[in-house]
C-alpha cells in the first residue's frame, strides 16, 4: 500500500512540471581582437602575440578565429610585418612561423611619431585599427601598506610614480592579474603620485607581485573604463569583452573613405576587443 502511494505521488509531481522556453540573446558571431602589445624601452625586442576568437552564442565559449591574413604596418610606408598562428589552431599570432623560436619586433619599429595600423582579413571582410605610442613612466617605488578597505583579507599596495611633464596623460596600471586600473592626471599633473591599491585576492608571504604602468591615451583610458565596469570585476577584462563597449577595430570592408573611419554610419560593423601600443615599466614586490 506505501509503494502504491509513493508511485502515485511520484506521478502527480512528474506531471505538474511544465517546459519554460527562455529566450537568450542570440546575434550573429563577432571577432574579439586581444590586441594589447606591451613596449618595454629597456629591451631591444618586443614580443607581439594578438589572440583572436569568434563568439559563440550566449552560453557558447569563444572559438579560435582562423585568419585569412593578419598583418601590423605604419601608416604611409610599405613595409609589413606579417603575423602567423602559433601553434596551429589556438588563435595567437605571432610575427613568425616558427614555433619554436617565433620572432619578436624590435623595440625601434615602435616610435612616438609613427600610426600604427592592424590588418585583419577574416571570411572576405577587412577589420582595421589604429594606435599611436602611448608613452608611460616609470614606477618610482613599490611598498606594502597595512589598511584595509572593505575587507580585512585585503593587501594595501603603495604605489608612486611621476607624472610625464608638460603634457597631458593618461596611463593603465596593471596588478599582477588582480585588476587594471586607469587613471589620468589631471589632479597630479607634472607631480609624483602616491595612492593605494587593495588586492582583493588572498597573499601569502613570500609572493611576488608583478606591478606595470602602461602608456595610454584618452581613448584608450576610455575604453578600460568602461570595460573594467561591465566585466564584473573579473582580473583580466581583456578576456571577456561585452557587447555593448565598442573599441577601435572596424570592419572596413565597405567603407570609401577610411580618414573617417570613426563616423561611418555603421554602428555595428566593429569588432570586440582593442588595438593599443603601450609602453611599460615594471616593478616587482614580495609580500611580507
Do not use: W
Not at 542570440?26 to 571577432?31: A, D, G, I
Not at 620572432?103 to 600604427?116: P, R
Amino acid at each position: 500500500m506505501k509503494k502504491t502511494i509513493l508511485l502515485f505521488s511520484l506521478i502527480i509531481l512528474v506531471s505538474c512540471q511544465d517546459v519554460v522556453d527562455v529566450d537568450v540573446p542570440t546575434e550573429e558571431p563577432r571577432l574579439v581582437v586581444e590586441a594589447l602589445i606591451r613596449v618595454d624601452p629597456t629591451k631591444q625586442t618586443t614580443p607581439v602575440a594578438i589572440k583572436v576568437t569568434t563568439t559563440s552564442g550566449f552560453f557558447g565559449q569563444p572559438q579560435p578565429a582562423r585568419l585569412n591574413n593578419i598583418y601590423l604596418s605604419v601608416e604611409g610606408t610599405t613595409g609589413t610585418i606579417t603575423l602567423f598562428e602559433i601553434p596551429a589552431g589556438s588563435g595567437i599570432y605571432q610575427p613568425s612561423a616558427d614555433e619554436v623560436t617565433p620572432i619578436e619586433i624590435s623595440t625601434l619599429y615602435f616610435t612616438d611619431n609613427e600610426k600604427h595600423v592592424l590588418t585583419i582579413d577574416f571570411e572576405d571582410k577587412i577589420f582595421l585599427a589604429f594606435s599611436g605610442y602611448y608613452r608611460s613612466t616609470p614606477l618610482d617605488n613599490l611598498a606594502q601598506g597595512r589598511e584595509n578597505l572593505f575587507d580585512e583579507d585585503e593587501t594595501e599596495i603603495i604605489t608612486t610614480f611621476t607624472d610625464r611633464p608638460d603634457e597631458e596623460n593618461f596611463y593603465v596600471l596593471d596588478y599582477s592579474g588582480d585588476g587594471f586600473l586607469p587613471t589620468e592626471d589631471t589632479f597630479y599633473r607634472d607631480q609624483q603620485f602616491t595612492f593605494s591599491y587593495f588586492y582583493e585576492k588572498p597573499l601569502n608571504p613570500g609572493d611576488i607581485l608583478t606591478v606595470s604602468i602602461l602608456g595610454s591615451d584618452r581613448s584608450f583610458y576610455n575604453y578600460m573604463n568602461q570595460l573594467i565596469e561591465q566585466s564584473d570585476d573579473e582580473p583580466n577584462p581583456f578576456q571577456t569583452p561585452t557587447n555593448t563597449v565598442r573599441g577601435n577595430i572596424i570592419d572596413a570592408t565597405d567603407i570609401d573613405n577610411i580618414d573617417n573611419f570613426d563616423n561611418v554610419n555603421l554602428p555595428n560593423n566593429f569588432a570586440l576587443g582593442y588595438f593599443a601600443i603601450s609602453e611599460v615599466f615594471t616593478r616587482t614586490l614580495t609580500i611580507e
